[in-house]
């Protein structure tokens, strides 16, 4: 199986930014496209964005295309998310979550939390308006 840990969380004023760490142990890394979500308070989870395994693949929700930034580096098993010009709709907990697979299946395919076969347990972000 796979372990993944959220940090990097927290409070921050509109405009600021953050950074969000996702580390993953247990299988092979680079086997899996990574994914973050997040859920606001009496909202359904949405998706922010999604990895492909090489890192050459990026796709983004549109509420976060220009602002948001998803990375990984295999060689620490981890993958990131850089967030700036942050806004208070932006406040929610944030999710990432690893699909397993050799074939990328398409931006569509992961942007459906179906899509994944691991969670991680949330990271809070709070931007103050």
């Known amino acids: 199986q796979v372990q993944l840990v959220e940090s990097g969380g927290g409070l921050v004023q509109t405009g600021g930014s953050l950074r969000l760490s996702c580390a993953a142990s247990?299988?092979?890394?680079?086997?899996?496209?990574m994914g973050w979500f997040r859920q606001a308070p009496g909202k359904d989870r949405e998706f922010v964005a999604v990895?492909?395994?090489?890192?050459?693949?990026?796709y983004y929700a549109d509420s976060v295309k220009g602002r948001f930034t998803i990375s990984r580096d295999n060689a620490k098993n981890t993958v990131y998310l850089q967030m700036n010009s942050l806004k208070p709709e932006d406040t929610a907990v944030y999710y990432c979550?690893?699909?397993?697979?050799?074939?990328?299946?398409?931006?569509?395919?992961?942007?459906?939390?179906?899509?994944?076969?691991?969670w991680g347990q949330g990271t809070q972000v709070t931007v103050s308006s």
């Open positions: 247990g299988r092979t890394f680079s086997s899996y496209g």
């Open positions: 990895i492909s395994w090489s890192g050459r693949t990026t």
């Open positions: 979550a690893a699909a397993f697979g050799t074939v990328y299946r398409g931006n569509y395919y992961y942007t459906k939390g179906s899509a994944y076969d691991f």
